[in-house]
């Protein structure tokens, strides 16, 4: 204080200024809310009728396996539980209330394909989804640095993914690529498995491939023949861990240079013994020219190769559904017990070139999909899972904004979201490479919620940067601050019972009391098993 003091007085005045603009300035960055998109509903494209055709083929499929199926028709939710189902599998967190203002202009029954559209083009869709399948393919760990960039890797899928880039070459990509993973972030599937003093595991990388790519858990056959279908060697196994002897670390990053023979010791022998490579099924599909790792991307991701399609299909299905089709979601198990809706899907996964973002309209053209969660409706009911840790995070962040917090929005609030989904996530209990746990939720997670520091620094009185204090604050009376505190929170508007009880509770009240009574319906929200479910 004293140096300010000794300042001369136009210094002092130049640095008030400077002082009170910045935060003028970032005032105006977290209240400044963007006018809505302008939209012309003539203008907006139909659903593709071929799309459309496959999603009732599917329903049937569905119906017709389903156990005890009475015919009875599915009711459907409304179509903002749908887009909120679609928000969380595709961008982690709910929508945000100016995204739900967009949405009612939207004529109904054009909102979800409207919604795809536009969220295929959000970058918000690239990076979380990339994250989903960094977990599948690389796991959660930070693996060996020197070699190994995650955060690279992450943003590699993420530009794949929004370029929709065919997801068998994606995947060829991954198996078979060479160079630096800085400048060649494909490569960071096989640099993961690095270990200490050595070149890429083999064996890990044989059974990421079978699990991630093929949904078969070949390496349970590491050790052993498979006693239990008697589906697998223990050959079989290691046949295909040989497509990686040739992957090798040099100066210019990986490539396939060769380490030797692959060597393993087979149960019940004496000693190691080269293993050649070769794969466990479909070997007229193996390509016979180009490296191992090249052939075996080939056989992998071949047209015919249908446990390709199908784990894909089954993966894309539980990221929209919560839950896979088939679990567990890496175990497809035998070709007779599989669902048809299952291989309705995977073939024209193939026929349309593997595009991933058709496959997700699709499903989300489904009556199943659209299907209501309310034990009170006839027919099938959408299958409601708990929010996975980050969903929890990043959907309390957004219903405190009223603008949508993505990569256009200042950087405060973004370092913020991704600081709380980190610490949060960490402190719920990540499930991991475990990615469709069915495990519900302990009282310790229950109580991080209702007392944690998270959601009471999301409600206090901040009119700033908190959606609570603005509502009670700018909403024109208490029965409009009840309802867009439902649709920040819920995504859907307040029940006539619940209107009337929150709109008693704020009515008369001002100032402080106010905004406490606003972070007492935002915290009775925010705390409700419909928030922490994708219902």
């Not at 023949?225 to 210019?252: C, I, P, Y």
């Not at 959606?467 to 409009?480: K, M, N, Q």
Request: with cysteine; net charge neutral; aromatic share 8%.
């Amino acid at each position: 204080m004293d140096r300010i003091a000794a300042m001369p007085v136009w210094w002092r005045n130049l640095v008030f200024v400077a002082l009170v603009g910045g935060a003028v300035a970032l005032g105006q960055a977290v209240l400044w809310r963007a006018p809505l998109e302008a939209l012309d509903p003539a203008a907006l494209p139909l659903p593709d009728a071929d799309e459309v055709a496959l999603a009732e083929e599917v329903d049937a499929a569905c119906a017709a396996g389903r156990a005890g199926a009475d015919g009875a028709p599915m009711a459907l939710a409304d179509e903002f539980t749908v887009l909120r189902r679609l928000s969380l599998a595709l961008f982690g967190s709910i929508p945000s209330y100016e995204e739900i203002r967009l949405a009612r202009k939207v004529p109904e029954g054009r909102r979800i394909d409207w919604w795809l559209r536009r969220a295929f083009r959000d970058q918000r869709y690239g990076d979380y989804v990339a994250e989903r399948f960094v977990r599948i393919c690389a796991g959660t760990e930070s693996g060996p640095f020197l070699v190994y960039r995650r955060r690279r890797f992450v943003d590699w899928w993420s530009e794949q993914l929004r370029k929709n880039r065919p997801y068998d070459e994606l995947v060829r990509s991954l198996i078979a690529s060479n160079g630096l993973w800085t400048t060649d972030p494909a490569t960071n599937f096989v640099t993961r498995h690095v270990v200490p003093q050595g070149g890429p595991d083999e064996a890990r990388l044989a059974a990421r491939v079978s699990r991630a790519f093929l949904g078969i858990r070949l390496d349970c056959v590491e050790c052993h023949d498979d006693f239990l279908e008697g589906r697998w060697k223990q050959s079989d196994f290691h046949r295909l861990a040989a497509f990686f002897r040739e992957a090798n670390m040099v100066v210019t990053g990986l490539s396939d240079s060769g380490r030797g023979d692959y060597k393993v010791r087979m149960r019940g022998a004496s000693g190691e013994t080269p293993v050649e490579a070769a794969v466990p099924f479909g070997g007229e599909w193996l390509p016979t020219e180009g490296s191992l790792r090249t052939r075996l991307a080939g056989w992998v991701t071949h047209p015919e190769n249908a446990s390709f399609s199908r784990t894909a299909v089954n993966r894309v299905w539980a990221l929209l559904f919560g839950a896979p089709m088939i679990t567990p979601v890496d175990h497809l198990g035998p070709e007779e017990g599989l669902p048809p809706a299952l291989d309705l899907m995977a073939r024209d996964f193939v026929a349309h070139g593997h595009d991933l973002q058709r496959l997700i309209r699709i499903i989300a053209q489904t009556r199943t999909f659209r299907s209501s969660s309310s034990a009170g409706d006839s027919g099938a009911r959408f299958p409601t899972t708990r929010l996975r840790p980050e969903q929890v995070a990043r959907s309390i962040g957004q219903a405190s904004s009223l603008t949508t917090i993505d990569a256009s929005s200042h950087i405060l609030p973004r370092i913020r979201r991704q600081g709380e989904t980190r610490d949060f996530a960490t402190r719920f209990g990540d499930a991991g490479g475990d990615e469709f746990d069915a495990a519900t939720a302990t009282v310790p997670q229950r109580l991080l919620l209702m007392n944690g520091k998270m959601i009471a620094q999301h409600i206090r009185e901040d009119l700033v940067m908190n959606a609570a204090t603005r509502i009670g604050s700018l909403a024109e009376g208490d029965a409009a601050a009840v309802e867009a505190a439902f649709l920040a929170v819920l995504t859907r508007p307040p029940s006539p019972p619940e209107q009337e009880h929150f709109t008693g509770v704020l009515r008369g009240s001002r100032g402080g009391e106010r905004s406490r009574r606003m972070e007492d319906l935002y915290w009775s929200l925010l705390n409700s098993t419909e928030f922490s479910w994708n219902h």
